[in-house]
């Protein structure tokens, strides 16, 4: 595979991944005047701060998710059955958050859409030490006895140090500090001609979302190469050079002699060229449709959030899959007082972590395995 098509499939799964999950994403600039382009970063650098620093709120959301893979006969049943089910599934999310002390709730509901459609709750509760889970109990995935109606309790120091992450990986002031760094990065390189504002009366807002001002984010394949190009060439070094933060480097679990390498490697490397790196992203990715709407508030906080994305990959010339996404986000009862609906699970309710681990080590012995 040549090098430039390596470039380009490594920068499609960064489309794919990050942009559903993040807020702060670029837009196509037809249309932006060039007063309007400053004051639309400087918005949203604002917007973002002021994210970081709200002290409560409620949320509630929805994911869905299509995976349309080519009709074929020479399928396996059993994988056929995954196939449809992975042509729609839903995920509901409603909850609430405060910042000191963090504490987070949410009920997430997984819903699969096939022949028979099935959902699977799941409670679950965090906070800066502790994470409790409430695993779904149904007849297709049976929970043992001692389970039913229990929160799993995990110690998050305890899995980051099985998992060979280091303490402050949980520091959240540090993280969100990484995290402002990172999206002020991206509105200075993308703000001025990626983003626009749009007028909110040409956006479907749902009822009782507040809304002073809409940014729209839109990309295409015809506009995907100044997008890339600053990627390439503006952004990764960008986002090496903070990694010179002896802090971020043990929050990501990295180290600095893995930052010096990396820096050698994008020193020493050919130049990339951004016309072959697009040729080859357009020959395998069709973009349908990817645009995200943030609202904003007149205080400058994300009230509603909805991001789409809908591509086609071409895999050979006749073969091709469709992979749909599509995430909505808003918060009410923004820095006010509220109780939280769950709660921390009381020690009655709660089954720690090492005994789901002899449990299932119990069941495995049983089945012969």
């Known amino acids: 595979m040549k090098r430039t098509r390596v470039v380009s499939v490594l920068f ?4 794919i991944l990050a942009l559903p999950f993040q807020q702060a994403n670029a837009a196509s600039s037809n249309g932006v005047t060039e007063g309007s382009e400053a004051t639309i970063t400087e918005l949203l650098k604002e917007v973002y701060e002021n994210e970081q620093e709200l002290d409560s709120y409620k949320f509630e959301g929805n994911i869905n998710l299509g995976l349309i893979l080519p009709e074929t006969d020479e399928v ?6 995954i196939f449809d089910l992975l042509k729609d599934i ?7 958050y405060k910042k000191d002390p963090m504490q987070l709730e949410a009920n997430i509901d997984l819903t699969l859409k096939g022949d028979i459609q099935t959902t699977f709750t799941m409670p679950m509760v965090m906070t800066q030490e502790k994470m409790w889970i409430k695993l779904p109990d149904s007849p297709l995935l049976p929970l043992p006895e001692e389970m039913k109606g229990k929160f799993i309790e995990y110690d998050l120091l305890e899995l980051a140090e099985l998992s060979g992450q280091p ?32 007028d909110p009366s040409t956006v479907t807002i749902p009822e009782g979302v507040v809304a002073d001002k809409v940014i729209k984010f839109e990309l295409t394949n015809e506009t995907i190469k100044p997008f890339i190009d600053t990627v390439l060439n503006d952004m990764l070094p960008k986002f090496v050079e ?18 010096k390498l990396l820096k050698e490697a994008y020193a020493t490397q050919e130049e990339i060229n951004v016309d072959e790196v697009v040729a080859e992203f357009n020959k395998f990715l069709k973009i349908n449709q990817l645009d995200e709407i943030i609202v904003i508030t007149e205080d400058n906080y994300i009230s509603y959030d909805k991001g789409t994305i809908d591509v086609t990959v071409i895999v050979e010339e006749e073969e091709a899959f469709t992979l749909k996404l599509s995430s909505i986000q ?18 009655e309710n709660v ?7 002899e449990l299932e080590e119990a069941a495995l012995t049983n089945s012969g395995i």
């Open 330 to 347: 808003s918060k009410s009862n923004v820095n006010e007082e509220f109780d939280f609906s769950i709660g921390i699970p009381s020690a």
């Open 12 to 15: 499609a799964l960064l489309l």
């Open 242 to 259: 903070l990694l010179d933060n002896p802090e971020y480097l043990e929050t990501l679990g990295i180290t600095a002699e893995d930052v």
């Open 76 to 81: 396996d049943p059993e994988l056929a059955m």
């Open 167 to 198: 303490a402050t990986a949980l520091d959240y002031d540090l993280q969100m500090k990484l995290n402002s760094d990172i999206m002020n990065l991206v509105v200075e390189l993308f703000g001025k001609d990626f983003y626009k504002e749009v």
């Open 90 to 96: 839903q995920i509901d999310i409603s909850g609430a």
């Open 351 to 357: 089954l720690p972590f090492e005994k789901l681990l």
